[in-house]
């Protein structure tokens, strides 16, 4: 409790100081646990009765792909060309629709066999897709528009994102 205490001092006080270094901060600990889930379920694999825990580990690896790059979007670091909050908010959308799905398809891989090079196979592609449609062919829809604020697709992606964890739980269950 002392050690979580004093870390959350940290980061509000982080906070206080730079808000683009808290966040930097706290998407790094959500990519490092993503990649965890990931290396944990991939190391676990041969002890699984089912493929569950595989199927959300391998869909976190490439859910902390986009989280990456969200991170480097975000405005003020100065990685990709221009400093509008569309292109982090478009990546971040991607990686919640991408994660809630995930959760939504994972029940059905319990007591099925799974096919780990299809399902590298096919989150790669989503994932490139996803990307492709972002950074090159521009199709996915703005979520930020500047001087206007959020897009309703940003807004209503939200509502739905919510909806798709709470089937998922209700799936699960």
Not at 12 to 30: A, D, G, N
Not at 34 to 59: E, K
Not at 67 to 89: C, K, R, S, W
Not at 123 to 136: K, P, Q
Request: aromatic share 16%.
């Amino acid at each position: 409790i002392l050690v979580g205490g004093v870390v959350f001092l940290g980061l509000y006080l982080t906070s206080l100081y730079s808000f683009l270094l808290f966040h930097s901060l706290v998407e790094i600990f959500t990519i490092v646990v993503a990649c965890a889930i990931f290396i944990l379920a991939w190391n676990t694999r041969h002890l699984l009765d089912n493929n569950y825990l595989l199927f959300i580990g391998v869909s976190f690896l490439f859910v902390a792909i986009i989280v990456i790059l969200h991170t480097l979007a975000y405005g003020g670091m100065g990685v990709f060309p221009g400093d509008d909050a569309n292109l982090p908010t478009q990546l971040w959308i991607a990686a919640q629709y991408l994660q809630s799905i995930s959760f939504l398809v994972a029940p059905l891989f319990i007591g099925r066999r799974l096919k780990i090079l299809l399902l590298f196979l096919g989150y790669g592609l989503v994932t490139a897709l996803l990307l492709g449609s972002i950074f090159y062919w521009q199709s996915f829809p703005d979520c930020y528009v500047a001087g206007v604020g959020l897009t309703p697709f940003k807004k209503i992606s939200e509502y739905i994102i919510s909806l798709i964890f709470l089937a998922a739980i209700g799936l699960l269950f």
